[in-house]
């Protein structure tokens, strides 16, 4: 009887516990949406590249890129040079790119 109560209160548990950390992850597809929004839009950005954890874009106009805001959704640096923008994302770039791709 007592195993019963004590695998009873494990997978109670295990339930709260995913349920949490579902809860915490974040959509990844609103994140994205963001981040093309912070970089001006998906009409400023005109060239896309990914090279391991880097992201660089190319813009119409650098100056509509919200350069804190894409801080805060996780980039770890960010460096401007001219109209492009080298962003420091990990292993989101790629998808980052695919998904500017696939709006265009």
């Known amino acids: 009887m007592d195993y019963l109560q004590y695998v009873i209160i ?12 579902k809860s915490m ?4 597809h609103l994140e994205l949406n963001k981040l093309v929004e912070y970089l001006g839009g998906k009409d ?9 954890s880097r ?5 119409k106009d650098v100056s509509l890129a919200n350069k804190d805001a894409i801080q805060k ?21 790629k998808q ?3 998904y500017i791709d696939n709006l265009k």
């Open 10 to 21: 494990i997978v109670v548990l295990l339930i709260i516990a995913l349920a949490i950390l």
């Open 25 to 28: 992850k974040k959509d990844a």
């Open 44 to 52: 400023n950005i005109l060239k896309t590249e990914t090279s391991l």
């Open 55 to 59: 992201f660089k874009v190319t813009l």
């Open 73 to 93: 959704l996780g980039a770890k640096g960010i460096v401007e040079i001219d109209n492009q923008l080298k962003i420091i994302l990990g292993s989101e770039s």
């Open 96 to 98: 980052l790119k695919k």
